[in-house]
């Protein structure tokens, strides 16, 4: 079993920066990958950005690429996005999610995480 809490979202305008936060705890967290998906009002969820167990290969949505880092820090069982320029449409719940086995998913599915957490707001006005 894996457990993920987010925190680190809010209200922000557009332009601005935030950094969301997911705590880990349950099995071995550094031997799994970990994403980041969002779900806008009335939409799907989608993949925003993944991360190796290592750390040594990122992955990202072609609409956040060079604005959005993903990290970890496999210490203290941590993931990271840190969110610059954001824009309206990031408006949205953001999840973190585990990738704890092989699926044979696509890894911009969200069929290929085992384990979500609760999901935290992100709002970005204009």
């Known amino acids: 079993q894996v457990q993920l809490v987010e925190s680190g979202g809010g209200l922000v305008q557009a332009g601005g920066s935030l950094r969301l936060s997911c705590a880990a705890s349950?099995?071995?967290?550094?031997?799994?990958?970990m994403a980041w998906f969002r779900r806008a009002p009335g939409k799907e969820r989608d993949f925003v950005a993944r991360?190796?167990?290592?750390?040594?290969?990122?992955r990202y949505a072609e609409s956040v690429k060079g604005r959005f880092t993903i990290s970890r820090d496999n210490a203290n069982k941590m993931v990271y996005l840190q969110m610059n320029s954001l824009k309206p449409e990031g408006t949205a719940v953001y999840y973190c999610?585990?990738?704890?086995?092989?699926?044979?998913?696509?890894?911009?599915?969200?069929?290929?995480?085992?384990?979500w957490g609760q999901g935290t707001q992100v709002t970005v006005s204009s």
């Open positions: 999610a585990a990738d704890t086995s092989p699926s044979g998913a696509l890894v911009t599915s969200p069929s290929a995480y085992e384990y």
């Open positions: 349950g099995r071995t967290f550094n031997n799994y990958a």
């Open positions: 991360i190796t167990s290592s750390g040594g290969y990122t």
